[in-house]
């Protein structure tokens, strides 16, 4: 036997059973992961998103709670104390020790753009710089802070600074005396600069964006935008949603439809609000799902392109036994009929 010619034999119609019964359950198969996997990549998008969004709320709260702390010692300092519980030495005469210890603290952390201590009649005792007034029986922070005696720790809206260029809060704390009642009141304009800023980059790593918006969906900070420009983020009613009445600690994601398609937002409460309701911030980082997924979705539809390949390979492999099945049937039909037959046939067609 010649061995320079191997041929192995298979009936075609075992060959299109074996594959009918290998090729459509596998793409079946392949079709019900694909569309699984689809489903898997938004939500682990989605997760990494809501770990990036809690992580800038974690800072968020963080930047708020330190400074309050900050403030909440000087207010403690006895000469801080003595300065304001003083009645005298008001418009224009300051307490020297007690603005050195402000003038101090403000030099070591230029985040505080200015301190000043008033007694309990409003009048400027102490000051990190000269005052821009003498008197803060007007102003509504510093009644709502001194609250009729009673005190009470406030945070002003955001306020913009046209000289320096600064976004900042006043943080306003009461000063208590030695029987605990308050003797005056601390505040200090404390600039969010540092806060803001790492919202306002037009995209991060990956082409998502981060944004810090109030829980009316108007944004406070995120690229080209601010909380004077009362841009109300578009995807937000989901989140707004999601989030219920509660605006704790929670977080999570959603994907948001809109006009420019479904959107994956993860998102991510500061945990403000319940101490200072002006402040109820949430963290969103928000990225088109078809561009959030982009890289893992070309190895998507290269697996619906091979089933889809595989399914009309077998369709044409179908077409062909069914048309060679035709035509062997056509020949042995031709090949069976008898002479006479034949005869028989020829003569009816001569007459």
Do not use: C
């Not at 709670?65 to 008001?90: F, H, M, Q, Y």
């Amino acid at each position: 036997m010649s061995m320079d010619r191997m041929e192995v034999r298979i009936s075609l119609t075992k060959l299109l059973l074996a594959l009918i019964v290998t090729i459509v359950p596998l793409s079946i198969l392949g079709l019900a992961l694909t569309q699984r996997s689809d489903k898997s990549i938004d939500s682990a998008v989605g997760s990494n998103f809501r770990s990036i969004a809690q992580l800038y709320a974690t800072q968020v709260n963080s930047y708020i709670r330190e400074r309050l702390t900050d403030v909440g010692l000087l207010s403690s300092n006895p000469a801080v104390i003595a300065a304001a519980s003083a009645k005298a030495g008001a418009k224009g005469n300051l307490d020297e020790e007690a603005s050195a210890i402000l003038r101090q603290h403000k030099s070591i952390d230029p985040r505080f753009l200015s301190i000043t201590v008033t007694n309990a009649d409003a009048n400027v005792v102490a000051s990190s710089q000269k005052p821009a007034q003498t008197s803060f029986a007007q102003d509504a922070h510093w009644q709502a802070v001194y609250n009729n005696g009673q005190g009470a720790t406030k945070i002003s809206d955001i306020i913009e600074d046209e000289i320096t260029k600064s976004d900042y809060v006043n943080l306003g704390v009461p000063i208590l005396g030695a029987q605990g009642q308050t003797v005056g009141v601390l505040n200090a304009q404390i600039s969010l600069n540092d806060l803001l800023t790492p919202f306002r980059q037009n995209q991060l790593e990956g082409g998502a964006k981060a944004a810090l918006v109030n829980d009316d969906g108007m944004i406070v900070s995120g690229p080209n935008a601010d909380v004077f420009a009362r841009l109300k983020m578009p995807e937000f009613d989901y989140v707004h949603d999601a989030l219920g009445a509660n605006h704790g600690a929670q977080n999570g994601w959603v994907m948001a439809s809109g006009d420019r398609g479904d959107a994956i937002v993860g998102y991510a409460g500061t945990g403000l609000k319940k101490t200072f309701p002006n402040m109820a911030w949430v963290v969103t980082v928000t990225q088109d799902e078809h561009q959030a997924s982009a890289p893992i979705r070309l190895l998507e539809r290269f697996a619906i392109i091979m089933v889809i390949l595989a399914l009309f390979m077998l369709t044409l492999l179908g077409v062909y036994y069914y048309l060679h099945r035709a035509q062997r049937y056509g020949y042995i039909e031709e090949e069976s009929a008898t002479p006479e037959t034949r005869g028989g046939a020829a003569a009816s067609a001569h007459v």
